[in-house]
């Protein structure tokens, strides 16, 4: 996607009852989902997602994390895109407290470095990171990789893939990975890098 390009990275935590062997319990399951602003109807393809979940039984929110500078926005829509970026941080901040992301002072001493040089780390992008406020959270997965293996899998994404896909990338299960995330099959270094090199970009 070009960086000419204005985007908006919408989050959609979705909520699904399920049944396992023993009985019914609750499940929940995020997705993050890119969508280019600069197509018409994007926001219509959204709302049309939006029913069909519905429809299904399934409960979802879909609400923008951010907004690049210099989009246009007349109020009512700031206005929307205000409370909507509150929902996208309060996803941010869940995904945090189950785990599934960690700060940067808990990355770091994992890998043995500085705070700052995590953070010069991420802006030379041999790391990613998502964005609550101030904030930078990293996906847990990089706990289970050396530093110069989770650089090589950052790296072996096509440029353009922004930071949402990339953390869907090691958030869900890969049927390429025996149905297992990331950080399950952690030992198969070499496997993960090609299916990052071919993920595809949302």
Same mark, same amino acid.
């Given at each position: /996607?070009?960086?000419?390009?204005?985007?908006?990275?919408?989050?959609?935590?979705?909520?699904?009852?399920?049944?396992?062997?023993?009985?019914?319990?609750?499940?929940?399951? &995020?997705?993050?989902?890119?969508?280019?602003?600069?197509?018409?109807?994007?926001?219509?393809?959204?709302?049309?997602?939006?029913?069909?979940?519905?429809?299904?039984?399934?409960?979802?929110?879909?609400?923008?994390? +951010?907004?690049?500078?210099?989009?246009?926005?007349?109020?009512?829509?700031?206005?929307?895109?205000?409370?909507?970026?509150?929902?996208?941080? &309060?996803?941010?901040?869940? /995904?945090?407290?189950?785990?599934?992301?960690?700060? +940067?002072?808990?990355? &770091?001493?994992?890998?043995?470095?500085?705070?700052?040089?995590?953070?010069?780390?991420?802006?030379?992008?041999?790391? @990613?990171?998502?964005? /609550?406020?101030?904030?930078?959270?990293?996906?847990?997965?990089?706990?289970?990789?050396?530093?110069?293996? @989770?650089?090589?899998?950052?790296? &072996?994404?096509?440029?353009?893939?922004?930071?949402?896909?990339?953390?869907? @990338? @090691?958030?869900?299960?890969?049927?390429?990975?025996?149905?297992?995330?990331?950080?399950?099959?952690?030992?198969?270094?070499?496997?993960?890098?090609?299916?990052?090199?071919?993920?595809?970009?949302?």
């Amino acid at each position: /996607m070009s960086t000419a390009t204005a985007s908006n990275t919408f989050a959609a935590g979705l909520s699904r009852q399920a049944a396992d062997d023993e009985g019914a319990a609750s499940s929940s399951y &995020a997705y993050l989902v890119e969508v280019d602003d600069a197509v018409p109807q994007a926001h219509v393809l959204i709302d049309q997602l939006y029913a069909a979940l519905r429809a299904h039984g399934i409960h979802a929110r879909v609400s923008p994390l +951010g907004r690049e500078a210099g989009v246009p926005a007349n109020t009512a829509e700031e206005g929307r895109v205000a409370t909507d970026s509150h929902r996208g941080e &309060a996803l941010i901040a869940a /995904m945090a407290r189950d785990g599934s992301l960690i700060d +940067g002072e808990t990355l &770091a001493a994992a890998w043995g470095i500085t705070r700052q040089a995590l953070d010069k780390a991420r802006a030379r992008g041999e790391i @990613f990171s998502v964005r /609550m406020g101030r904030l930078h959270y990293y996906p847990a997965a990089a706990l289970h990789f050396l530093r110069p293996d @989770f650089e090589r899998i950052n790296r &072996a994404f096509h440029a353009d893939v922004a930071s949402g896909p990339r953390l869907l @990338f @090691f958030t869900r299960k890969h049927g390429s990975l025996g149905g297992k995330t990331v950080a399950e099959a952690a030992e198969r270094t070499t496997d993960i890098v090609a299916l990052a090199s071919d993920w595809e970009r949302i």
